[in-house]
């Protein structure tokens, strides 16, 4: 059975910083395209950032480039995601994805597996 569970999220004051993980379990990860996505309430969920199988390839949404990091560690099956220089925008629901994939993917539709979410909260 395949898992992935998120961990990290919390309340943050503007300009500070949070690393979420995801820790996948029951997958050969090193197999898997993964990403982050987020849905802030009210809105439509929406691609953060990307990473290819090996961790070479990495891709992310305007609004986060600069400020967010992708990586993994395929030896530790974990998916990890560093925001520094937070802002009240990015307030959302954080979630990990687990493609079958040689390629990254955007497109949330082609993400087989989700993770339950953690929240991250930016106040002003």
């Known amino acids: 059975q395949v898992q992935l569970v998120e961990s990290g999220g919390g309340l943050v004051q503007a300009g500070g910083s949070l690393r979420l993980s995801c820790a996948a379990s029951g997958v050969m990860f090193s197999l898997y395209a993964t990403a982050w996505f987020r849905q802030a309430p009210g809105k439509e969920r929406e691609f953060v950032a990307g990473?290819?199988?090996?961790?070479?390839?990495?891709t992310y949404t305007d609004s986060v480039k600069g400020r967010f990091t992708i990586s993994r560690d395929n030896a530790k099956t974990t998916l990890f995601l560093q925001m520094n220089s937070l802002k009240p925008e990015d307030t959302a629901v954080y979630y990990c994805?687990?493609?079958?994939?040689?390629?990254?993917?955007?497109?949330?539709?082609?993400?087989?597996?989700w993770g339950q979410g953690t929240q991250v909260t930016v106040s002003s």
């Open positions: 990473v290819n199988r090996d961790g070479r390839s990495t």
């Open positions: 994805a687990a493609a079958i994939s040689l390629r990254l993917q955007v497109d949330e539709k082609a993400y087989n597996y």
